[in-house]
Nanobody, 127 residues
Framework: QVHLVESGGGLVQPGGSLRLSCAASGRTFSNYAMGWFRQAPGKEREIVAAIKQSGITYYADSVKARFTISRDNTKNTVFLQMGSLKPEDTATYYC?????????????????????WGQGTQVTVSS
């Protein structure tokens, strides 16, 4: 079992930046690919970014020029550095862990591929 706890959300002005963290329990963090998803009220949960065990990354087109996903396996933590934030980035952000070790990165865009989910952290971009 893996427990994931997100933190770092809050209120930020358009154009600002925010860094989200997701801390994982256990001693096998490096065996999981990690993803960040977001969900706004009335909308489907959607992929934001993912990072494989090898460090290879995936970004949704809407964020790839502005967000950076990274991981620190010594701290069992995955990060999402968000910059140039827009009101449309407002959502609850969730981290998730996947153990399947599939080829490529496309499979990590599907929320059904993940084994564990955090409780979410709210990000609001508004002036």
């Amino acid at each position: 079992q893996v427990h994931l706890v997100e933190s770092g959300g809050g209120l930020v002005q358009p154009g600002g930046s925010l860094r989200l963290s997701c801390a994982a329990s256990g001693r096998t963090f490096s065996n999981y690919a990690m993803g960040w998803f977001r969900q706004a009220p009335g909308k489907e949960r959607e992929i934001v970014a993912a990072i494989k065990q090898s460090g290879i990354t995936y970004y949704a087109d809407s964020v790839k020029a502005r967000f950076t996903i990274s991981r620190d396996n010594t701290k069992n933590t995955v990060f999402l550095q968000m910059g140039s934030l827009k009101p449309e980035d407002t959502a609850t952000y969730y981290c998730a862990a996947d153990s399947s070790h599939k080829s490529g990165t496309y499979y990590l865009t599907a929320k059904g591929e993940y084994d564990y989910w955090g409780q979410g952290t709210q990000v609001t971009v508004s002036s």
